[in-house]
């Protein structure tokens, strides 16, 4: 691991963390959400620092460009799927995300099939960081319950930010998709 640069370790770390954060939300009551907080929190920090380093230090490897989304990715569903089991989120809300994640990644799989690179979108960036909050501030619910209208807002704004990227991606970049019938 030594060749590894910090934001993939960053990263590699953040995918490290899921299973210890589902094994979290195990633990019943406020305290398993206080502990799932911390993990989350710092595990999504993670997210923010190695895109930080990395761009400051103009380190890019095909690692970093694979292992970075899926992180985050496995970060949010899988807590999403236990907040779900927890019952703080509706299950058809991490339906939609789900979908959404595995419409664009199949469409970067066509791109990259065409010789193509569909990058992250700034609609994509922020959907992740409204999907942080929301469950940042879902999992903060039960020590605040102040939260709970705050948080049902959020849910919104995740749904909306999930649907309006995906939307924004394909309106962008369908044409991939019908590349192979243009040959034939």
């Known amino acids: 691991m030594n060749r590894i640069n910090l934001p993939n370790r960053l990263s590699i ?3 490290l963390a899921v299973p ?5 939300m195990y633990i019943p009551g406020t305290a398993g959400c206080v502990v799932s907080l911390v993990i989350f929190s710092l595990a999504a920090l993670t997210d923010l620092l190695d895109g930080y380093i990395a761009r400051k230090n103009n380190i890019v490897t095909t690692l970093g460009k694979f292992i970075d989304p899926v992180a985050d990715k496995l ?12 019952g703080m989120l509706a299950a058809w809300v991490v339906v939609l995300v789900l979908f959404r994640e595995l419409a664009i990644d199949s469409l970067r799989l066509m791109a990259a099939k065409n010789g193509m690179v569909i990058a992250a979108s700034p609609y994509g960036k922020l959907k992740t960081v409204i999907q942080i909050i929301t469950i940042i501030i879902l999992l903060s619910t039960s020590f605040l319950p102040a939260l709970k209208v705050p948080g049902d807002v959020f849910i919104w704004l995740t749904i909306a930010a999930t649907l309006w990227s995906g939307v924004d991606y394909f309106m962008k970049n369908g044409h991939v998709l019908f590349k192979d ?3 034939s």
């Open 75 to 86: 970060l949010v569903i899988s807590t999403m799927i236990m907040l779900v089991n927890r």
């Open 13 to 15: 770390l953040r995918v």
């Open 20 to 24: 210890v954060l589902v094994a979290c």
């Open 181 to 183: 019938e243009e040959k």
